[in-house]
């Protein structure tokens, strides 16, 4: 029962691909007509199989590429895909395939880490001497394009900016230049190249900072998204504005209003009786 449900999944995820694909086609009015009922074979499963064939292979081929490393020798791994496949005897045990998996997977995000790691601590050793860089005691590099006068932001208050972030091959990750709408965050609650860089500015200037991977995203990066561990950043920032963080005024405690009654419990003390002569 368990495998035959592993089946139905399995096949409900390549039927979902094949339906998203033909989807995106529809929306492309420049994209070639789909061809129906097209035979390749003498009968319709073979012709199927093959077809799930394709699909399967153009959608693991895309994956192979998220591989640390990026290579593999894709002869022998349709080797091992068809041997599995057919129930045949393999070289290695499932379980064997399991652990040289992932011991090549663990050595390989090692090494892959280790080299931005590296890139990022040359790239930065060489920034820190360019002309007009800033270098702060906690390793944040920063450059002034624009200078301007007049207050600066506390880690407390509020700022309003715009900025383009990149990674050190010139990838932008994010801008709210290009969606052409400006921010605003809390500056405390942002990562500590930012909170410690954008105190240094004036509305109106702008600067560009060069983040550690300690002062932005650690170690481990945005997961799942386009900033990999061990990243130096660079942004562009242009402070537009500043909301100061005001301390709330301390409570007062309410004084009850002064009663022209005495209370009851207070009696006007009895006069003593007249002594008798």
Known sequence: ???????????????????????????????????????????????????????????????????????????????????????????????????????????????????????????LATNATAEGVTVTPSGLQYKVITPAEGPKPSAQDTVKVHYTGTLLDGKVFDSSVERGEPIEFPLGQVIPGWTEGVQLMSVGSKYKFFVPYNLGYGEQGTQGGPIPGFATLTFEVELLGIKTFKEPAPAVEAVPAATTTKPAAVKKAAKPAPKKK
């Open 1 to 123: 029962m368990k495998k035959t449900v592993l089946i139905l999944a399995a096949a409900v995820v390549v039927f979902a691909s094949v339906s998203a694909k033909e989807k995106k086609s529809k929306k492309d009015k420049n994209a070639p007509a789909p061809v129906c009922c097209v035979k390749v074979f003498t009968n319709d499963i073979d012709s199927m199989s093959y077809a799930l064939g394709i699909n399967v292979g153009n959608d693991f081929s895309k994956n192979l590429k998220a591989i640390p490393g990026g290579k593999s020798n894709v002869d022998l791994l349709i080797k091992g895909f068809t041997t599995a496949m057919k129930g045949d005897s393999a070289l290695m045990t499932a379980e064997v395939a399991n652990e040289v998996f992932k011991t090549y997977i663990t050595k390989a995000q090692k090494a892959d880490t280790d080299a931005k790691k590296a890139d990022g601590e040359k790239f």
